[in-house]
């Protein structure tokens, strides 16, 4: 599929569910969030006949985002089924890391490829303030579970907030001493448009995007700061794909209908 302005969109990423077991304050608002109602979520049914509609269509490439994926009940079984779809890819998960101790071997034997896990710091203390009471020992414990479970190459986020430079220092000693591909994003505002590229990635370059997202609520959006949302349910899985892709616009504005929290980033 190619948009109006030649790009070629062959990645979808797709938010599960906007559940999630931390509280990281540049993704959550500090006095808490209006979730989903569980009849506006999408059903793994739903979600695999728009992925292998997106397929048809020339989409090679799935992530599985949130809120947290790896908290929706049954995850192992969408994987499964996204994983089956003759023309796709590559199928991978971003993740914060907490529930792969659980997960990380069934995930690999139904077919997800690779993941993405978020780290922002090494320091336990700063990690327990960024995530609103989270514990990094199990970050640390899910990066070893995957690399059990045989996932390459993990990569890692890290969302910069300002930290010193030894403490990234620290950061890329890490992940270099644990064969891990570190990217960095810096931190985004969607309601004033403020973002940039991903260094070590391919996100927030707009003449290159080639995405478009799917939201746990049937929305397609074509652009994160933006607000133009097409909805499965109310248009239809195709023309709902048609007019996001038809309407994806130049570059990136602002969102004020969205958050990190159920777009998935």
Do not use: W
Not at 133 to 158: L, M, S, T, W, Y
């Amino acid at each position: 599929m190619y948009d109006r302005f030649k790009r070629h969109i062959n990645y979808l990423r797709i938010s599960v569910t906007d559940r999630c077991n931390l509280r990281c304050t540049y993704c959550m608002p500090a006095d808490g969030i209006k979730l989903m109602e569980h009849n506006e979520i999408l059903s793994y049914e739903e979600i695999e006949a728009f992925a292998r509609l997106a397929v048809s269509r020339g989409i090679t490439k799935i992530r599985l985002t949130g809120g947290e994926p790896l908290v929706r009940k049954d995850i192992v079984t969408l994987v499964e089924k996204l994983a089956s779809i003759d023309g796709l890819e590559d199928l991978a998960m971003t993740t914060n890391g907490i529930l792969l101790p659980k997960f990380a071997h069934e995930l690999k034997a139904a077919g997800l490829k690779r993941v993405n896990i978020s780290l922002d710091t090494l320091n336990p203390d700063r990690y327990c303030q960024i995530t609103r009471n989270g514990d990094i020992r199990d970050v640390f414990a899910g990066i070893e579970a995957a690399q059990k479970a045989g996932f390459a190459p993990i990569k890692v986020n890290c969302v910069l907030l300002g930290e010193p430079d030894e403490e990234i220092k620290l950061l890329k000693d890490f992940c270099e001493a644990n064969e891990l591909d570190l990217r960095f994003i810096h931190q985004m505002d969607l309601q004033s448009g403020e973002f940039s590229k991903v260094e070590g990635g391919e996100g927030g370059n707009c003449n290159r995007c080639n995405r478009v997202r799917l939201l746990a609520n049937g929305d397609i959006k074509p652009c994160l700061f933006s607000d133009l949302a097409f909805n499965i349910r109310q248009l239809g899985a195709e023309e709902a794909l048609n007019r996001a892709i038809g309407h994806k616009p130049k570059a990136g504005s602002y969102n004020k209908s969205g958050e990190f929290y159920n777009i998935g980033g």
